[in-house]
């Protein structure tokens, strides 16, 4: 069955969500606004207790549809796997995460501080995704795909409820990776700020999702090769698409250099260590410039868990 977000949900999903993931603190910058020409809005999801903005839709998926004790596998590059083993395990329920071998180690950490059975599967996230699948179905658990539940974008959504009352916006950039971001700000902005145009960011190196939605058909790529791991998707899923391609006005795709050089501005304009993924809006004004010039643009600093290798080259730039 397609999924779709309701709106009706997400109004009403921050009751059933920790308070410490909600109201999280939107950023401007006069020497970051000069440097990019438009006047930025940086809503921070960095500060909470996983780091990342994926505790709003663990938080409302736990709530609303596990069943008591039932227990949950899923696959993840970190920051999901985290949301879920924290919402999950609070209530009661087992959690496993499958992660690819070469996952971030930071993240991996972290999973397992908060109780998560970690395994390591495969070379990228998809084929780590794959073996969740499988290790779900043979255990008869719940196997739960980051971009296919409802609550998990419903939950983001609150994010981007948050951002439409903060201030008026011209446009909202939004990260794409499997699509529960997108899925959860588009429905939210649509709604609170009709008038605001929603760019959906990919990583040049990992179009899947781009390619796919432009396409209106999966289309699978062989390698997914970015620093942003977070959205780095070789395998889009199908019934999110047509919701995906509503949600968003295009997709557009950043380079590599692009996004480090968006970490490196974010860094020393807002003293924030973002992970690769959470600066691909920035990156994506910087490879638009005229699009977004003197207009007042919304983005996500998604996540802050970065690498160890990936924290030393930041610091060193």
Known sequence: MPMQTRLDRILDASRHIDPVFLDSPTHTSATLDAALRCRLLAKDETANPIGSFKGRGTELFAALALQPGEPVVCASAGNFGQG??????????????????????????????????VRL??????????????????????????????????????????????????????????????????????????????????AAGAPAMKLSIDAGRVIETAHAETIADGIAVRVPIAATLAHLRACCDEVVAVSEAQIFEAMCLIHRHLGIAVEPSGAVGVAAILDLPQRFAGRRVATILCGGNLSPAMRERLLAA
């Open 121 to 202: 599967a495969g070379a990228d996230f998809d084929a780590a995704k794959d073996a969740a699948r499988e290790h779900a179905a043979t255990a008869g658990q719940r196997f739960v795909e980051d971009g296919s539940e409802a609550e998990l974008a419903e939950g983001a959504g609150t994010l981007a409820l948050e951002l439409a009352t903060s201030a008026p916006l011209d446009a909202v950039v939004v990260q794409l990776g499997n699509g529960a971001l997108l899925a959860g700000v588009g429905t939210a902005i649509r709604h609170a700020a009709p008038q605001a145009e929603i760019i959906a960011v990919v």
């Open 84 to 117: 879920l083993a924290r919402a999950a395990i609070r209530r009661g329920h087992a959690c496993t995460v499958f992660a690819a071998r070469t996952a971030n180690p930071v993240k991996l950490d972290a999973m397992r501080r908060l109780g998560a059975d």
